[in-house]
């Protein structure tokens, strides 16, 4: 009996030899050591992944493996181990136009381990004209090898703008009733990009988790103060794009942007939102509440705007880079009374500036109440700006809101209060 167990013991140990030696092997083939292959890892490339905002806000991040380096590769999604998909993948997956997939037919199969196989990926395509999309439009030859824990490939250059898929069996990593983590608050503010306005959404990610994803909801306001939802988007990194063009999103509008978090590997668990305060994109007079007396003295309004004073497009001068405004006074009522506020100046400009702390550009003027010795009783008079004339598309026609004055008899002063001028 101790003999039969002891080559029972044997063989088991033997077995567990042949395991090692086999991993150990693996490891000597080139392709499969640590120096033998590069790692691609962008989280765009996963299946999960919708790239169809990438080409609304942010082309530049498009996958494009056209210009990829020939060579043996592995894929991570997350720093976890990820595989080319054998299954037709969708358009505008994989952080790209045309997703790239690995083609398995009938007869053939995967690489078992320490084995190279030759096969052929397929690039996905749908023209305009067409109701049905062409799973295997372009073909690319593609070798795997087996190295015994993940696979590597030898990939090539693509053919124009397409991107190699990935994918993994993440599903074990969280479990269905751990809600993730919220983000932290976003915040907007607004840049020049290339000659447009953009507002940016960012937001901080108080946690080490990186396999969560971040859906972002852009709303604006209306006058009838419904929260309109003007863009909808999936995306991996802390930041969403947002142009005002003058059309869709315009000078005037007051602006949020709202974040939740999902797992990759489980989009359907969802955190709460959370959302940013209130971004007004364009020019306001400050302060909007002001009390003042008849006694001649000088009280200051700054114009600020939030938004980056554009440049004319073909002049390469800084001083033409600039936001010409016209001031008016308008009393409501009583004009055969004669003036009843006196401006420092009729006409300001905004000049380019680096934008800091929500201002991008500001002008100051002063105004002073004026005496008239007369019972008039309570007048109202708005300080207000002339809609823009201007070169620029976005800028051209907007009116910013106006500071309505009050000018109160009884006690000799002046209030000033915040509307909408127009």
């Not at 598309?393 to 109160?408: A, K, R």
Request: contains cysteine.
């Amino acid at each position: 009996m101790l003999c039969l167990k002891s080559s029972k013991q044997n063989l088991n140990n033997g077995g567990f030899s042949k395991t090692i030696l086999q991993k150990q092997s693996y490891s000597t083939v080139l392709e499969c050591s640590p120096g033998g292959h590069q790692i691609l890892q962008s989280p765009y490339r996963s299946v999960d992944f919708d790239s169809s905002h990438l080409q609304q806000s942010a082309i530049q991040d498009l996958l494009c493996d056209h210009s990829l380096t020939p060579g043996w590769y592995r894929f991570m999604i997350f720093d976890k181990p990820a595989e080319m998909p054998t299954k037709c993948i969708e358009m505008n997956r994989c952080g790209t136009q045309a997703p790239v997939w690995l083609s398995l037919r009938e007869s053939e199969s995967m690489p078992r381990p320490g084995e190279i196989k030759h096969l052929t990926a397929c690039a996905t395509w749908q023209f305009f004209f067409s109701a049905s999309k062409d799973c295997c439009l372009f073909r690319i030859p593609v070798s795997v090898r087996n190295c015994g824990d993940f696979f590597v490939y030898l990939l090539q250059p693509t053919q124009g703008c397409m991107g190699y898929c990935a994918e993994g069996n993440l599903a074990a990593s969280s479990s269905p009733s751990v809600s993730p983590p919220l983000p932290a608050i976003p915040e907007v503010v607004a840049e020049l990009i290339k000659g447009s306005i953009y507002l940016r959404c960012t937001f901080g990610a108080p946690f080490a988790n990186s396999s969560v994803g971040f859906i972002i909801t852009w709303s604006r306001l209306s006058p009838e103060g419904i929260k309109e939802e003007l863009k909808h988007e999936t995306a991996v990194h802390m930041f969403s794009l947002l142009e005002l063009d003058g059309i869709n999103v315009r000078l005037g509008d007051r602006i949020y942007c709202s974040i939740s978090t999902f797992f990759v590997e489980k989009p359907d668990i969802q955190s709460s939102s959370v959302e940013s305060k209130e971004f007004f994109a364009g020019i306001k007079i400050h302060p909007e509440t002001y009390d003042i007396s008849e006694d001649g003295k000088e009280h200051k309004l700054a114009i600020e705007s939030s938004i980056p004073i554009p440049c004319p497009e073909f002049s390469q001068l800084e001083s033409d880079c600039k936001i010409s405004l016209t001031l008016i006074t308008v009393d409501e009522g009583k004009e055969q009374l004669g003036l009843n506020l006196a401006l420092s100046s009729c006409h300001v400009d905004l000049l380019q500036k680096p934008c800091n702390d929500g201002i991008c550009s500001q002008a100051v003027i002063y105004f002073t109440a004026v005496t008239d010795f007369m019972q008039d009783g309570d007048r109202i008079t708005r300080i207000a700006v002339e809609p823009i004339s201007s070169e620029n598309f976005l800028w051209n026609g907007y009116v910013p809101e106006s500071t309505q004055v009050e000018n109160l008899h009884v006690n000799s002063s002046v209030k000033a209060t915040g509307q909408k001028f127009g």
